[in-house]
């Protein structure tokens, strides 16, 4: 069973940046891994998604430009880095993964981790 663990999350403030990380228990090679959000009373969105042979990125519109998804083979892990967090920012980020998905916002994600709170500070 695939493991995933999120870190990173924490109390910034508006215009500053965080680093989110997702540790896969599995080669992250063969993986297309996203994250998601959910703010309080909202449902869970996509943020951004990599597909399994890291080709393809896709950003969710309220992100794309300030938010990049990059991934290290090395390290089985997966990164997104955070810039210009907005108050809206705030949310519980998931990391999922998929075996060899597309990483865009329709997939399937069959793999999740706990979650890590962001909160912004506005």
């Known amino acids: 069973q695939v493991q995933l663990e999120e870190s990173g999350g924490g109390l910034v403030q508006t215009g500053g940046s965080l680093s989110l990380s997702c540790s896969i228990s599995?080669?992250?090679?063969?993986?297309?891994m996203a994250w998601f959000r959910q703010a309080p009373g909202k449902e869970r969105e996509f943020v951004s998604g990599?597909?399994?042979?890291?080709?393809?990125?896709y950003y969710a519109d309220p992100v794309r430009g300030r938010f990049t998804i990059s991934r290290d083979t090395a390290q089985n892990t997966e990164h997104l880095q955070m810039n210009s967090l907005k108050h809206e920012d705030t949310a519980v980020y998931y990391c999922?993964?998929?075996?060899?998905?597309?990483?865009?916002?329709?997939?399937?994600?069959?793999?999740w981790g706990q979650g890590t709170q962001v909160t912004v500070s506005s």
């Open positions: 999922a993964a998929e075996w060899h998905g597309l990483g865009h916002p329709s997939t399937s994600f069959e793999s």
């Open positions: 599995v080669s992250v090679s063969h993986y297309a």
């Open positions: 990599l597909s399994w042979g890291g080709e393809s990125a």
